[in-house]
């Protein structure tokens, strides 16, 4: 085997975090190699938005993270801001626009954050190796050596970037856990977030709606979202319910507001304004027709309104205001966008994202126990927490 190449920091994983530490440390002067078992970085990036690359979100803030300790994220997200990433962007005048709440898009292509991004690298000097399946990770001599295909490299700095598991068709791996492991770092238990759920039993029936969209309140305990459900042939998707997918747990309700507009007292009302109409009329005026139909029939109210009792109206009221959902599971990691859990932030500097117990070892990104908001927020953690540890290496 040859000598071992040495550099000032190896970084595991080329993607959103990994590519901004390696730029930032090797802008930095430090002698930076950057490793994928992927044939190409960012390849996460190149799917993300739709192509589009729903790059940050400007309403950034830690209260859109979700962690075992909420105030992690706090030091990392307020050194490196939307605004910082935008300045980046900008620079490459790389054009772009505000979709919705926050969420800025490329206008052009997703790819043009890659390519800005391995330019930044390219000006820190950066050695980027793809196709560099990662044999072994050995730390003695205040080095870490990483052994990759038949070449073996050693620095005082290594970074664990290698993200979370979701979408192992992209090349994701739990190799960042094993990694931890390896040196006695906990791991709070990863699961898929961002997620479609499914719907079993008796909800079988709400997958005839599959294609249906509607614009809800989801819930989940004191969490909800408004945004778009979609009813899906397995279950239920759109951006409110994989919101809500983060806060939801296996055997919990969640909770849909069919109706978010209407006032308090409102299908009373309608009994008085318009005696004559039916429930399913009237959903049908604020509800797609079949979402309509099938929650009128469920509500079993078929006659019109002012054959109705009022108690009875205030019950189907309350039920479209809180239609509770029991998720039989969801699409797991092979359709999460991200990965709830990873890498304990306790044993973590929330400044540098240096390992407490292991001097030298960092962890950035998705595989830290740090999870964003749908919108750009996830995006906006890898770059934060990249930056934090590119200026401690
Ligand atoms: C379909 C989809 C769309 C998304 N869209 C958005 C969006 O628009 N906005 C947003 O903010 N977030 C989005 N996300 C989430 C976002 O992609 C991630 O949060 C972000 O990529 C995490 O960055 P990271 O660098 O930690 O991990 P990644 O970007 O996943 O990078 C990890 C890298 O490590 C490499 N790797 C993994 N295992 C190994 C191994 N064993 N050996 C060597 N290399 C390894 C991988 O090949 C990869 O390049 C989306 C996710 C998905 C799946």
Request: with cysteine; proline share 5%.
């Amino acid at each position: 085997m040859t000598a071992a190449a040495s550099y000032d920091a190896i970084i595991l994983g080329a993607g959103a975090a990994g590519l901004m530490c390696a730029a930032v440390a090797g802008q930095r002067g430090r002698r930076v190699l950057l490793l994928d078992h992927a044939d190409a970085p960012g390849k996460k990036i190149l799917i993300s938005g739709g192509g589009r690359c729903n790059f940050t979100n400007v309403h950034t803030a830690p209260d859109r993270y979700i962690s075992a300790n909420p105030h992690f994220a706090k030091s990392a997200l307020s050194r490196y801001t939307a605004r910082d990433f935008i300045d980046l962007v900008e620079a490459y005048r790389i054009a772009w626009h505000e979709k919705t709440l926050g969420q800025l898009f490329c206008d052009g292509s997703a790819k043009q954050i890659v390519a800005m991004l391995v330019e930044e690298c390219a000006k820190g000097r950066v050695e980027i190796a793809c196709e560099a399946p990662i044999a072994a990770v050995e730390h003695r001599d205040a080095q870490f050596h990483v052994e990759f295909g038949a070449r073996t490299a050693s620095a005082p700095a290594l970074v664990i970037a290698t993200g979370g598991p979701s979408i192992p068709k992209m090349g994701a791996t739990g190799f960042a856990y094993d990694l931890a492991r390896q040196f006695r770092l906990k791991v709070v238990e990863p699961r898929p977030a961002l997620v479609p759920l499914t719907l079993g039993g008796e909800e079988v029936l709400f997958r005839s709606l599959a294609g249906v969209a509607a614009e809800v309140v989801a819930k989940a305990g004191k969490t909800a979202f408004r945004e778009a459900a979609l009813f899906t042939h397995r279950g239920l998707s759109g951006p409110a319910i994989l919101q809500i997918s983060s806060y939801w747990r296996n055997g919990e309700a969640i909770g849909v507001d069919f109706l978010p507009d209407s006032a308090p007292g409102w299908l009373r009302e309608a009994k008085r304004s318009t005696p004559r109409t039916t429930l399913a009329r009237l959903l049908g005026a604020a509800l797609p027709d079949r979402l309509a139909d099938t929650l009128a029939e469920r509500l079993a109210l078929p006659t019109e309104l002012a054959n109705i009792l009022d108690g009875k109206l205030e019950a189907a009221e309350r039920r479209l205001a809180d239609w509770r959902f029991i998720p039989n599971g969801s699409e797991g990691f092979a359709k999460a966008e991200v990965t709830i859990g990873g890498i304990a932030t306790a044993g973590l500097s929330s400044q540098t994202m240096e390992a407490r117990s292991v001097p030298g070892l960092y962890a950035i990104g998705e595989a830290v126990d740090v999870t964003g908001w749908l919108g750009g927020y996830n995006f906006q953690w890898a770059w934060a927490s990249g930056w934090a540890a590119g200026q401690a290496l």
